[in-house]
């Protein structure tokens, strides 16, 4: 990040945008995911961008009307079980971003938030095999504790049956926001590029915690008890 700045600093004084794009994940309960994975998407998905717009504010602020655009996703609003890392980032990163537009507002520096849905990128083609990676790694109390059965009911209905990455849409939807959002003289707010950022998350957002609640466990969430409590029963 130093050497980028040395390197813009010395051609300009002045910046007019900087785009914060930078994300990693990592699916998975809680229970499943160790500290150092959790760190490592922080530091990755919101820590990263911080140190870069701190780092280049002065050639941000510079000149009035500049702007920085953060890329978050509707996940900075909504929590899906399966995905409190990479949710938890994302939460963080968007009130950073409010945090900063009002703190600049004198300044007029303009801070834009893009809050895509799931869309069609590597992403979602590799997320099954990340969250069996990660189960092939539990010590065997934690995979007693869930079991089996449990992880292939939660991968079917949260990944290869999930209604959202099923119907992924086209990420050219956020580069076209991304476009608006470095070139008009009022860039918005709050972008929602995507049917489902617009239509499903959002709304879903504004319901009552324990409508959200059951709605999740029953979309998203796996119909199998984990083998720990079936054992608590039986017991």
């Not at 953060?70 to 079980?81: A, K, L």
């Not at 995507?194 to 709304?203: A, E, G, I, R, W």
């Not at 319901?207 to 059951?214: E, R």
Request: charged share 25%.
């Amino acid at each position: 990040i130093d050497t980028a700045f040395e390197l813009v600093n010395k051609k300009t004084k002045v910046l007019h945008a900087l785009v914060n794009n930078a994300g990693i994940g990592s699916g998975g309960y809680i229970d499943w995911i160790s500290m150092q994975t959790m760190r490592k998407i922080m530091d990755v998905n919101y820590f990263g961008h911080v140190t870069m717009t701190k780092t280049f504010l002065p050639l941000l602020i510079a000149k009035r009307d500049s702007r920085v655009i953060n890329i978050c996703s509707v996940m900075g609003y909504t929590s899906p079980p399966g995905m409190s890392s990479y949710c938890a980032s994302k939460y963080a990163f968007e009130s950073f971003s409010d945090c900063l537009r009002r703190e600049m507002f004198a300044w007029g520096l303009k801070v834009c938030i893009i809050e895509p849905g799931w869309l069609r990128t590597p992403i979602i083609e590799g997320h099954e095999r990340l969250v069996r990676d990660l189960w092939d790694e539990q010590p065997i109390d934690i995979r007693k504790r869930w079991g089996d059965e449990f992880l292939n009911d939660l991968i079917k209905k949260s990944i290869t049956e999930n209604i959202c990455i099923r119907n992924a849409e086209d990420p050219m939807k956020v580069i076209r926001a991304l476009q608006h959002a470095v070139i008009s003289s009022k860039p918005r707010i709050r972008y929602r590029p995507d049917l489902q950022s617009k239509f499903l998350f959002y709304p879903l957002s504004m319901f009552p915690d324990w409508l959200l609640d059951i709605l999740m466990s029953k979309l998203v969430g796996s119909s199998i008890l984990p083998a720990g409590i079936n054992n608590q029963i039986t017991n």
